[in-house]
């Protein structure tokens, strides 16, 4: 977890504020559910490696007894969440009375995992998802994908790639390679690992789980025949002809769909490919999953799919769902390294003056008028070594100052105008 100091929040919310402008043109609106959740929710399973990082939370008060309690359970009752989808099947099932059929959901929130810190993965984490609830209909995933694309794109990301596959095509894989059908999970936990690990580490991984040595290599063999780069359709027909009877003509026949509409729309924006090493982490998918990658970002940073089953385990009744989750810390990542910490057509300036001077009446009314113009206004006390302070507010992303120092009509003195700092220190 970590302290996020003034220039990268600004850049959070214009980042959070673009992309939630774009999800509103898509009829989405803002939903939100609490950090905390009961444990039992959270160990269902459908968490996938993610139930392992919860940060659980002690029974409180007369709750609390620790001389009986024999086990975690007698301990813990809630825990915080580590995603935001589970949080909404819970708000779904609690509240579906009073929501529209379908649900077109926007959520941003911190989540928090008990992992590992690395390059834009912390314990505590901005996670930001659109979902729609009640629609069995795979224009659905259309629009999650277009949508989510096009927050990326607004963001000034290039270069996109779209991955699609789908949870029943690997469960087609696995039964034509001959896995242990109580196993599937454990072969997509290992094969979901391809993105970061050599083929080695992985087959590796799975001898060392106990799966059969003939299926690890047929599975090795069914994905070396494939072509990354191929065309979405193209993709698909070789794999569908080599699962034969194993393949789900359902899952098929809904990525095609998918892939096809979505081509149309993306034009020469960004890419599309059917890849059948897609797994994604949650247990929960059912269906089409896909992520997207970025040539700036070494890990994807956006990813989804469908969950229909989801909800009604909680509810008692089949509701159809489907998301994309926007991996926030990496894309603030990306845009950090750039230079983009401001945001897009704000200008600041400071206004300096003396402490105990006549000087405030006049400062509070220019203040006022700056900002009524649409620029940002910080008051400023004068400091001892005024070069000093115009260097730093410079340095802090300020445009320019107003400096009240007795003048009858002080203006604005714009840092552009001048001298940029490097010049001038490399100048003295």
């Known amino acids: 977890m970590r302290d996020i100091l003034p220039d990268e929040v600004e850049l959070r919310d214009v980042t959070a504020e673009t992309i939630l402008a774009v999800y509103r043109r898509y009829g989405f609106r803002r939903v939100e559910t609490p950090a905390l959740e009961n444990i039992q929710l959270l160990t269902r399973g459908e968490g996938g490696e993610n139930e392992k990082l919860i940060f659980k939370v002690l029974k409180r008060g007369e709750k609390l007894d620790l001389g009986a309690a024999t086990s975690e359970a007698d301990l813990v009752d809630l825990g915080l969440r580590f995603d935001l989808t589970v949080p909404l099947a819970r708000y779904y099932a609690n509240n579906h009375a ?48 277009l949508a989510t694309t096009e927050a990326l794109t607004a963001l000034g990301l290039r270069n996109l790639t779209v991955r699609l596959n789908d949870r029943r095509i690997l469960v087609g894989m696995a039964s034509r390679c001959g896995f242990d059908p ?38 090795v063999g069914l994905l070396s025949s494939f072509d990354p780069v191929t065309a979405p359709h193209r993709g698909l027909n070789e794999m569908r002809q080599q699962l034969g009877e194993d393949a789900s003509v359902e899952a098929f026949d809904a990525l095609a769909m998918i892939s096809r509409m979505v081509s149309e729309e993306a034009g020469d924006s960004w890419r599309i490919r059917f890849d059948p090493t897609l797994v994604r982490g949650m247990s929960y998918y059912t269906g089409p999953i896909f992520e997207i990658g970025s040539a700036e970002f070494p890990s994807s940073i956006a990813g989804g799919g469908r969950y229909d089953e989801l909800i009604g385990k909680i509810l008692g009744q089949d509701v159809p769902a489907t998301g994309f989750s926007i991996g926030f810390e990496r894309v603030v990542s ?15 300036i400071a206004m300096i003056f003396e402490e105990g ?4 009446k006049r400062v509070l009314q220019a203040a006022r008028q700056l900002r009524g113009e649409g620029i940002a ?51 003295s």
């Open 98 to 145: 009073r929501l529209p059929r379908p649900l077109k959901a926007v959520q941003i929130g911190p989540v928090w995992r008990a992992e590992r810190q690395q390059r834009g993965r912390y314990r505590q984490f901005t996670q930001c998802d659109i979902d729609i609830l009640g629609m069995t209909s795979y224009v659905a995933e259309v629009e999650l994908i």
């Open 182 to 219: 109580s196993r599937y999970n454990s072969v997509f936990v290992a094969l979901d690992k391809l993105d970061r690990h050599d083929q080695a580490a992985v087959i590796k991984e799975m001898e060392e789980a106990g799966h059969p040595t003939a299926a690890i290599s047929k599975l």
């Open 334 to 348: 990306i845009l950090t390294e750039r230079a983009g910490t401001r945001r897009p057509g704000e200008r600041r």
């Open 357 to 360: 001077t006549d000087d405030l």
């Open 377 to 427: 206004v910080s008051l400023e006390i004068r400091g001892k070594r005024l070069s000093a302070q115009l260097a730093m507010l410079e340095s802090h992303g300020f445009d320019g100052v107003v400096v009240f120092d007795g003048a009858d009509r002080p203006a604005v003195r714009w840092f552009e105008d001048q001298p940029r700092r490097a010049d001038r220190e490399a100048r």
